[in-house]
């Protein structure tokens, strides 16, 4: 009985919060995104800014 509440409950409750944070995250960076970039190069480095 105990397993049949706590596995959909706790299945339920893991992909609840997947998604919650993935569109928390989302919502945060959407207006934040490099526009006109080529996804093809990756140019990663470090930008000192004085």
């Given at each position: 009985?105990?397993?049949d509440f706590l596995a959909p409950a706790t299945l339920g409750n893991t992909v609840?919060?997947?998604v919650f944070v993935a569109?928390?995250?989302?919502s945060q960076t959407r207006d934040h995104r490099i526009r006109n970039r080529d996804c093809?190069?990756?140019a990663l480095g470090w930008s000192v800014v004085l």
């Open positions: 009985m105990v397993v609840g919060v997947v569109l928390l995250n989302y093809r190069v990756l």
